[in-house]
């Protein structure tokens, strides 16, 4: 029983990867298997099943040119073992007939080292015939291996990446497909959780293996070995499909996929997959809308992704308008704006998907009137949109009367940005008030801020706004863009009325364009000339208008994005290190981290030159910093265990890039009004202490006190010196030191 357990891990061993030496260590433990239960004899049917095992085997290996050849060596091991037990001469004589076959289909293939079966078939073979033609056979295998030797030698070398075995699979498959099916396994074997090489060995699968059931069964160990990545479960449904499965069978594996997605986008593509699956098996509206209901639901309440939901809405609704359903693909948008009627991009498709199912021109003008009352993302946009839908597409005095609602709209939009600003110049007067306040109290300077300081931050002020003035006047707002746009296809259109400065095209945060964009010129003449050429060309398939940069939250909206491209340039490359003790110099950090391509060291010390125990140390790539974090996070540098991880300003749950100083001017006060919530005055720890603490009557408790330090004025000494003190506060603050507080009171 324990060898059948045994030969049931290699069986399943065999099913998921293509491994030589697994396939000879089964052979041989079924063949010792099969000796024990026929008590030294092999009988026709002990025979019949090793034949048919080993033919599976070679079935797999024989194509592996590299190491298949043991395989064969053992087959034929067997067959002439099996000559040598015949019973009669006849039966002897099929057995040899037997073996002449495997010696030949082993010399037919490229395989290395087959000059060793060679050899033994010369040696073994009694027919001249036979053995002529069989020898040029060999020889042409032999030569099909020479030109493959250089490709195998490189997939066989030590640490061998998986670009490489694409590499030579792609080499294969116009010749030879079975074989560039081998190579693919072969490269599992070594890269079982690479994307790239399973994504590639799926995609070849589905394209040009014909049998379902092997494509289906190659689908699935790829769910199982990169679960997380969606294109495997498209592959698989797609298997299922390809099989004759049925609808219910192609859902269940869209839903276990979902299940496994960590992303909205990725759900995305395994519901359109599924979709279009059931397109293909039937084509009706009932039957399309309960996948997209499903795929719906799973959307808002699993991944909460607005950005996905909306690109479902919009494939949803075209199938609808192929169907001609025109009432359900409104009502479609209708529910999507009254839950997102605060944005742009819904609005368009709503209005997009209305003309194109024909909807009369009052109907599609009172959707226009509504978006321009609700968007508060772009507004001003909004209202340019219903009046160029008016001007263009209704009579005159629905134009003018289009015209008065639109300004009074305008100047309501002016009027709500100005309060908007007002408070947060307010706040932000506020914040510096109380920042000098702090600075006043408990800084050195001990004074106010003067007069002329006050003058200079409205001098600064007045000139921050005239550059974001002259920025929105060299700024086109170019609306309609698509999803596919890039800002290289912004810049060569653009580029044909001047000189481009800069593009921004916004992005949601599935990193999908959001269907405008921003294009700033050199001067505000070159951004004229671009409203006046441009405006109504198409690109990329799109009609896109160009419009000039409204002064406000635009110029302000394309500062913030060309800050967040800058800023992302170095995202993933820097460490934050922390924990580091004082006395712990450039040079040690430098030589403990430089184990890769290092750029810059950032060690942050206070202004007497000490170190504050943290640093920052940026990589030339992501894999230097990726490997330092491996490598030193909780090592020991200098008695202190570091902690190591990966800087990530701007994103929730990172490091920060610059943490604020205790230290420094107004920083504590201003991290403290920073966590604070509602009105009033945050209260802190320090604020629960008693008051008999507070004024000093602190009871005299046996707390054991640190060993006094000697003052030789090291950094060493100095921070066992603090340490020591911070112990002897947590102690000093116990439940113990406040438990004797009440009994003394």
């Not at 070849?204 to 969606?230: F, K, L, M, Y």
């Not at 690109?539 to 635009?554: A, D, F, H, S």
């Amino acid at each position: 029983s324990a060898l059948g357990s045994v030969l049931q891990l290699y069986e399943r061993a065999c099913e998921d990867y293509l491994d030589v030496d697994v396939w000879v260590d089964r052979l041989a433990l079924a063949l010792e298997v099969t000796v024990m239960q026929t008590g030294g004899e092999l009988t026709a049917d002990a025979l019949t099943r090793l034949r048919n095992l080993s033919e599976e085997c070679l079935s797999r290996v024989s194509l592996h040119a590299w190491r298949g050849i043991s395989a064969w060596l053992q087959r034929l091991q067997f067959e002439k073992a099996a000559c040598r037990v015949a019973a009669s001469e006849q039966e002897r004589s099929q057995r040899q007939d037997e073996c002449r076959k495997v010696f030949q289909r082993c010399l037919r293939l490229p395989l290395r080292g087959s000059e060793s079966v060679w050899e033994d078939y010369e040696t073994w073979e009694t027919d001249g015939a036979e053995r002529d033609k069989t020898k040029q056979e060999w020889e042409r295998a032999k030569k099909a291996y020479g030109a493959l030797a250089a490709h195998e030698e490189r997939i066989e070398a030590e640490g061998a990446a998986d670009d490489s075995f694409v590499t030579y699979a792609a080499l294969l498959e116009a010749s030879d497909i079975a074989r560039a099916l081998v190579v693919y396994e072969r490269g599992i074997c070594r890269h079982a959780l690479s994307s790239r090489l399973w994504q590639a060995y799926v995609f070849t699968a589905t394209t040009r293996v014909p049998v379902a059931s092997e494509v289906r069964h190659i689908c699935q160990r790829g769910t199982r070995n990169i679960p997380w990545d969606p294109s495997m479960w498209c592959g698989y449904m797609e298997a299922v499909e390809m099989g004759s499965g049925t609808m219910d069978d192609v859902l269940s594996v869209c839903v276990d996929g979902v299940a496994l997605m960590t992303s909205g986008t990725a759900a995305l593509s395994l519901w359109l997959h599924a979709a279009a699956a059931q397109r293909r098996c039937s084509d009706t509206p009932d039957a399309l809308r309960h996948v997209f209901v499903q795929a719906r639901k799973s959307l808002v309440e699993q991944f909460q992704d607005a950005a996905a939901e909306l690109m479902l809405v919009e494939r949803w609704a075209e199938e609808e308008i192929r169907h001609g359903q025109t009432k359900e693909c409104l009502q479609l948008f209708e529910e999507l704006v009254s839950k997102r009627g605060s944005e742009l991009a819904v609005w368009s498709k709503y209005i997009a998907a209305a003309e194109k199912l024909g909807v009369d021109n009052e109907k599609v003008a009172k959707i226009h009137k509504r978006m321009a009352f609700q968007v508060s993302d772009y507004p001003r946009e909004s209202v340019e949109m219903w009046t160029q839908f008016s001007m263009w597409r209704r009579d005159l005095s629905a134009w003018k009367h289009v015209r008065a609602e639109a300004a009074r709209r305008v100047r309501d939009i002016e009027t709500q940005q100005a309060r908007q600003q007002a408070m947060s110049t307010k706040g932000a007067v506020n914040a510096d008030e109380q920042s000098d306040s702090a600075a006043h109290s408990g800084g050195n300077d001990g004074g106010k801020r003067t007069k002329r300081a006050r003058d200079d931050d409205v001098e600064h002020g007045a000139k921050r706004t005239r550059e974001t003035d002259e920025t929105g006047e060299r700024t086109v707002f170019v609306l309609n863009t698509g999803y596919a746009i890039k800002e290289d296809d912004l810049q060569r259109a653009f580029s044909a009325c001047g000189t481009v400065e800069h593009v921004a095209v916004p992005r949601g945060s599935d990193r999908k364009p959001r269907g405008f964009a921003y294009v700033e010129y050199q001067t505000a003449d070159e951004a004229l000339r671009a409203i006046e050429n441009l405006s109504g060309i198409v690109l990329k398939g799109r009609k896109i208008r160009v419009e000039q940069c409204k002064r406000g939250n635009k110029s302000v909206h394309l500062d913030r994005l060309r800050r967040d491209a800058a800023g992302n340039e170095n995202e993933g490359r820097t460490v934050f290190v922390k924990n580091i003790a004082r006395s712990t110099s450039d040079e040690a950090l430098r030589a403990a981290f430089a184990h890769k391509d290092m750029n810059e060291l950032r060690h942050v010390r206070d202004k007497t030159g000490r170190s504050r125990g943290f640093a920052y140390i940026e990589y030339a790539s992501m894999e230097g910093a990726s490997a330092a974090v491996l490598k030193m996070n909780n090592a020991e540098l200098d008695g202190r265990r570091l902690v190591v991880a990966l800087s990530r300003p701007g994103t929730e749950g990172g490091v920060p890039e610059d943490p604020p100083s205790t230290h420094s001017r107004g920083g504590a006060a201003a991290a403290q009004r920073g966590r604070g919530r509602g009105r009033g005055r945050g209260r802190g720890a320090a604020s629960l202490v008693p008051r008999t603490v507070q004024q000093g009557r602190r009871p005299t408790l046996a707390v054991p006190s640190p060993p006094p330090a000697a003052p030789t004025g090291t950094n060493d000494d100095e921070q066992q010196q603090d340490d020591a003190m911070e112990t002897t506060d947590v102690q000093a603050h116990s439940q113990d030191y406040f438990r004797s507080l009440v009994n003394a009171k």
